[in-house]
């Protein structure tokens, strides 16, 4: 067969209403594949400055996670989103999206999320290093964007009282 002949075969299958299964799986893994280039290729934005990136996944499904390192970011000339109240270079980048039900209120679910804030020194294992370093040097729970007080939350509403 030639190379014409077998594209033009490979384009009437992709057409048909019942292609094979091979063909789905084929186009479900080359999408996977390419989903978190793309996502990598818009920069993160947070879902107060537009179309979230990654985007939120199905309900109850799994997060979507990306992360951009410093040449990533300085590539794409990414800057914060002013919504998120910082500036400046960063050296990394993490974005976690999800949809989720949940049992608690609005207020306990923002007071578990501020949680962390208890808990500076969790470890973790330095691949690069060999050893257990701790996760953060410190950590503690703000009202917003222009507050520098640590302190730290006991529980009840989240940072000063808004989710």
């Known amino acids: 067969m030639a190379s014409g002949q077998r594209i033009g075969a490979i384009a009437r299958l992709l057409r048909s209403a019942n292609p094979p299964a091979g063909m789905v799986r084929l186009a479900c893994l080359l999408l996977a594949l390419a989903l978190p280039t793309m996502a990598r290729a818009a920069g993160p934005q947070p879902p107060c400055d537009g179309i979230a990136v990654p985007s939120f996944g199905a309900l109850d499904g799994p997060p979507t996670v990306a992360a951009w390192g410093r040449t990533d970011l300085r590539r794409l000339g990414w800057q914060p989103s002013s919504c998120l109240g910082w500036q400046g270079d960063s050296r990394l980048v993490v974005a976690l999206a999800a949809r989720f039900h949940s049992p608690f209120s609005l207020d306990a679910l923002a007071a578990r999320l501020v949680a962390v804030?208890?808990?500076?020194?969790?470890?973790?294992?330095?691949?690069?290093?060999?050893?257990?370093?701790?996760?953060?040097l410190d950590a503690w729970a703000v009202d917003g964007p222009g507050d520098n007080q640590r302190r730290r939350r006991s529980g009840g509403r989240g940072a000063g009282g808004r989710a």
């Open 117 to 136: 804030s208890q808990h500076p020194a969790i470890r973790i294992w330095a691949v690069t290093r060999q050893e257990w370093r701790p996760l953060a």
